[in-house]
């Protein structure tokens, strides 16, 4: 791409995120519309409704058949709120959350800091900013939770569960990840560890879960040990350390290890910065710019970092699983 194609990337990301926001694909779930139907049903303007529709189709996210839009079939898929793979949630948190830092991404490289206090005010760590009430903390995680969807599948992939008994998922959001163990494995029970905030909106994603039953929510703060669930054989970290500096994110760990006993497994799953593929790299090296602009020392890292931090966090490297570039599991075991 030449950089004038690429200082027009946002004008696609644009007309996504506002097509889901406004409710387009939704609409055009019940059938093939017009674009004077669509507009009169959402409350929009028609002419602009128009060419929204037109870009979308352009984009391959709808047809065209005469003056009729519809969804196109892998729009229907990931786009339409009530299906099981629906991916819109990150619309609000790319919106709302994450495009106000981004934006600000020169102070960002300029100070080598990040830029919360520039958008939101205040000097909290991010999650108790993007977390300070039930609809951003809803947005947060549905995003998250959009973002993890596959996620276990993958991480099922690089591990055996069937010896283990109760998964501990340390930052689990909306235990999407561990939702997809315990549909692999009936015997298998899982507890939610979060924020307490986190644990109260829980339900509003475990009830569409095979095996929500076995899910149970423990509120707490992975840097305070004595919170910590007890009773857990394995431990999952799905894109939790990336979010934190060395020093925390070894905190996070040992405190974890910490938790489960002799023998007990960590299952690390991030996004590696020396992936193989050209694009895999991208796209952790455009993730690692997030994390400058959100976090306090958050960066992702490389295999042999990741297996570094286990080794300090006292546990015994197990090795590193690419599952799918850039997605790794770096595996250890408490001694």
Same mark, same amino acid.
């Given at each position: 791409?030449?950089?004038?194609?690429?200082?027009? #990337?946002?004008?696609?990301?644009?007309? @996504?995120? *506002? &097509? =889901? $926001?406004? %409710?387009?694909?939704?609409?055009?779930?019940?059938?093939?519309?017009?674009?004077?139907?669509?507009?009169?049903?959402?409350?929009?303007?028609?002419?602009?409704?128009?060419?929204?529709?037109?870009?979308?189709?352009?984009?391959?996210?709808?047809?065209?058949?005469?003056?009729?839009?519809?969804?196109?079939?892998?729009?229907?898929?990931?786009?339409?709120?009530?299906?099981?793979?629906?991916?819109?949630?990150?619309?609000?948190?790319?919106?709302?959350? #994450?495009?106000?830092?981004?934006?600000? @991404?020169? *102070? &960002? =490289? $300029?100070? %080598?800091?990040?830029?919360?206090?520039?958008?939101?005010?205040?000097?909290?760590?991010?999650?108790?900013?993007?977390?300070?009430?039930?609809?951003?903390?809803?947005?947060?995680?549905?995003?998250?939770?959009?973002?993890?969807?596959?996620?276990?599948?993958?991480?099922?992939?690089?591990?055996?569960?069937?010896?283990?008994?109760?998964?501990?998922?340390?930052?689990?959001?909306?235990?999407?990840?561990?939702?997809?163990?315990?549909?692999?494995?009936?015997?298998?029970?899982?507890?939610?560890?979060?924020?307490?905030? =986190?644990?109260?909106?829980?339900?509003?994603?475990?009830?569409?879960?095979?095996?929500?039953?076995?899910?149970?929510?423990?509120?707490?703060?992975?840097?305070?040990?004595?919170?910590?669930?007890?009773?857990?054989?394995?431990?999952?970290?799905?894109?939790?350390?990336?979010?934190?500096?060395?020093?925390?994110?070894?905190?996070?760990?040992?405190?974890?290890?910490?938790?489960?006993?002799?023998?007990?497994?960590?299952?690390?799953?991030?996004?590696?910065?020396?992936?193989?593929?050209?694009?895999?790299?991208?796209?952790?090296?455009?993730?690692?710019?997030?994390?400058?602009?959100?976090?306090?020392?958050?960066?992702?890292?490389?295999?042999?970092?990741?297996?570094?931090?286990?080794?300090?966090?006292?546990?015994?490297?197990?090795?590193?699983?690419?599952?799918?570039?850039?997605?790794?599991?770096?595996?250890?075991?408490?001694?």
């Amino acid at each position: 791409m030449t950089p004038h194609q690429i200082f027009m #990337l946002y004008w696609p990301a644009q007309t @996504l995120l *506002t &097509a =889901v $926001r406004l %409710g387009i694909f939704d609409q055009l779930a019940h059938g093939p519309q017009t674009q004077e139907q669509v507009a009169h049903s959402l409350g929009l303007n028609g002419d602009a409704t128009g060419r929204l529709l037109a870009a979308l189709t352009g984009m391959g996210l709808t047809t065209q058949e005469g003056p009729q839009f519809s969804n196109a079939p892998g729009t229907t898929l990931t786009l339409v709120r009530n299906s099981p793979t629906y991916v819109g949630a990150i619309a609000d948190q790319h919106a709302e959350q #994450l495009w106000p830092l981004w934006e600000r @991404l020169p *102070t &960002a =490289v $300029r100070e %080598g800091r990040p830029v919360l206090r520039e958008a939101f005010g205040g000097d909290r760590n991010p999650f108790d900013v993007l977390t300070s009430t039930p609809d951003q903390a809803l947005k947060l995680i549905a995003g998250m939770h959009a973002g993890a969807i596959g996620m276990g599948e993958l991480l099922a992939t690089a591990h055996n569960f069937s010896l283990h008994r109760q998964v501990m998922d340390v930052g689990g959001g909306s235990g999407v990840v561990t939702a997809t163990l315990l549909a692999l494995y009936p015997h298998l029970r899982a507890t939610l560890f979060d924020l307490p905030q =986190v644990c109260q909106i829980l339900p509003t994603f475990t009830r569409s879960y095979l095996g929500a039953n076995r899910i149970n929510a423990h509120p707490g703060n992975f840097f305070d040990p004595d919170t910590f669930p007890r009773g857990c054989d394995v431990a999952v970290l799905c894109r939790v350390l990336h979010d934190w500096n060395d020093e925390k994110a070894l905190q996070i760990l040992r405190n974890t290890q910490m938790a489960l006993p002799p023998g007990g497994v960590i299952l690390v799953e991030e996004n590696l910065l020396d992936s193989k593929a050209p694009g895999a790299r991208l796209f952790s090296a455009l993730s690692n710019l997030t994390m400058l602009v959100l976090t306090d020392g958050g960066r992702e890292r490389t295999a042999a970092e990741y297996e570094e931090l286990l080794r300090q966090a006292g546990l015994r490297v197990l090795g590193t699983v690419r599952v799918a570039e850039p997605v790794a599991v770096i595996k250890g075991v408490k001694l």
